[in-house]
């Protein structure tokens, strides 16, 4: 107990706070022996209980549920003993104009972060209302007030599976209401996708504007590139078995007792940019690809149409062993010979020849296929 009290953390032990500020470190991209006494340092700040405002639209609560059942000494339960949430409608004990009047005086004092959970209802607006404001009345005016935005979640980011066609309701991320409802030219949102969000994500994003007083670097859909700037496949356990021509033909088969790779039952990770593998989820023990299903690529723009169905395999990934793809993708339309040889010198020049990389030019970042 000695120990706990040196602690500002209720719980947990100098030891075991150094110790998450040196994970939290490497996640952020901090290195060197004074990588960790700066987060340190920083969690020592956010001791002061920034105060964050956290608007939920159209979601499922999963974002937040993640968020708040993290256990320690994982450093988002670090986070959630000192911020000030002023505002969660879902968690505040106020209720009615009590709570309207913790959020409006937040928001005006504009000394706050701005979480968002959910798409905003664009094409029904009255789809979405909260305290007789619509989604999109409540975010854009939020947002010119904020410190800085995050949107946690594939539906804060992109609009989430209600943005599936038809789309009835019009749902987009934050984002893309801003510049195309918003009448904001370049608004400033830091995206950060998966389904459910991911909370050590959340917590990276504020600690870095923390300790390098600046936003994070962007990525072409707006994501941090310190998180999002390798695909799932990258750093996947399972990726030394795709390199070695190993796959999961169908669920249950030798390979899939084997923990081969799961492409050829619907793996999208090539072609997906997230930390999965890193930073998982359920106390960082385990994700999709690890208790043996297909990474759904659900960190991308519109997965749910894009890359459904979800057991079928992604086009255009160059297998170990083949010498051209035989099919590029849909959207790209046929390649001529020529292109295909180009594509193969590409990829063995770049080193990337029987690496499971896709295809030059689709879903990176910045491409047609990539993004919107």
């Not at 979601?59 to 003993?81: D, F, H, T, Y």
């Amino acid at each position: 107990m000695e120990h706990e009290e040196m602690s500002l953390f209720p719980g947990l032990s100098r030891r075991d706070f150094l110790k998450s500020c040196g994970a939290l470190a490497g996640l952020i991209g901090l290195s060197g022996p004074m990588a960790a006494p700066r987060v340190a340092r920083a969690l020592e700040q956010m001791a002061k209980r920034p105060s964050v405002v956290w608007s939920c639209f159209q979601e499922c609560l999963g974002c937040s549920i993640n968020l708040l059942q993290s256990r320690k000494p994982n450093p988002a339960n670090l986070i959630l003993q000192q911020i000030s949430l002023d505002y969660h409608e879902a968690v505040m004990a106020a209720a009615g104009s009590q709570a309207e009047k913790s959020f409006r005086e937040t928001v005006d004092s504009k000394d706050f972060y701005y979480v968002v959970e959910g798409g905003i209802a664009t094409g029904i607006p009255e789809a979405c209302t909260i305290g007789g404001k619509t989604s999109m009345d409540i975010c854009k005016d939020t947002y010119q007030k904020a410190k800085a935005t995050i949107a946690i979640g594939t539906c804060a980011t992109y609009g989430g599976i209600q943005a599936a066609k038809p789309n009835p309701t019009g749902s987009k991320g934050v984002a893309d209401f801003l510049r195309e409802d918003g009448g904001i030219k370049d608004p400033v949102v830091i995206n950060s996708p998966r389904c459910p969000g991911n909370a050590d994500d959340t917590v990276a994003i504020l600690l870095y504007a923390i300790v390098n007083k600046k936003l994070p670097e962007l990525d072409s859909l707006g994501r941090p590139k310190f998180l999002f700037g390798q695909t799932v496949h990258d750093n996947c356990e399972r990726r030394g078995h795709f390199d070695a021509g190993e796959f999961v033909e169908q669920f249950g088969d030798e390979g899939s007792q084997e923990g081969w790779c799961l492409y050829k039952v619907g793996c999208k990770g090539p072609v997906a940019y997230a930390p999965c593998p890193k930073t998982r989820w359920n106390a960082n023990t385990a994700w999709p690809v690890s208790a043996g299903g297909p990474c759904i690529a659900c960190s991308e723009p519109d997965f749910w149409d894009k890359h459904s169905p979800f057991y079928e395999k992604a086009p255009g990934i160059m297998l170990p062993g083949d010498i051209t793809p035989t099919q590029i993708g849909v959207g790209l339309g046929a390649l001529t010979a020529a292109g295909i040889g180009a594509h193969f010198v590409g990829q063995a020049a770049t080193g990337r020849l029987f690496k499971g990389a896709p295809v030059e030019g689709q879903n990176e970042p910045g491409s047609e296929e990539g993004g919107k």
